[in-house]
């Protein structure tokens, strides 16, 4: 039932982001895989969504990890700066991004999973983040 709930408001929130059919089915894919392939439960990425992120576990940061992964933000544990601007400047727009990268790219955590997780902890924080699900 948790995750039908969750599901539910993921595809909500997606739709809400102006993605295509084809960005919504795959941000859902990935979510699914990331959160079966990380032991994370729904209201964990429910929460990482809703930006909650006190009381953030490793499990939930290696989702972050994964999902961004997935999403092609993040190859081989370096941000790919002109992939973010390819998929979030049409959403937030080009100088949000631009804001958000100056102040976020750059992060480093104790391992990737950390790293990933404070990547997305900024961009939410300045208002341009990967659609999580």
């Keep these: 039932m948790k995750f039908l709930i969750v599901l539910i408001a993921c595809v909500a929130f997606v739709a809400a982001q102006e993605l295509t059919d084809e960005q919504k089915a795959k941000a859902r894919a990935s979510a699914e895989a990331c959160m079966a392939q990380e032991g994370v439960s729904a209201e964990q990425v429910k929460d990482l969504r809703a930006g909650k992120f006190d009381n953030v576990d490793n499990k939930a940061k290696c989702f972050a990890h994964c999902f961004l992964e997935k999403s092609e933000v993040i190859a081989d544990g370096q941000i790919k700066p ?21 102040k976020c790219d750059a992060l480093k955590g104790a391992d990737k999973c950390d790293t990933a997780f404070q990547i997305y902890q900024c961009y939410y924080k300045n208002k341009a983040y990967v659609p999580m699900n």
């Design 82 to 102: 002109d992939i973010v601007t390819k998929k979030l400047a049409p959403i937030f727009g080009a100088d949000v991004v631009k804001e958000a990268q100056a």
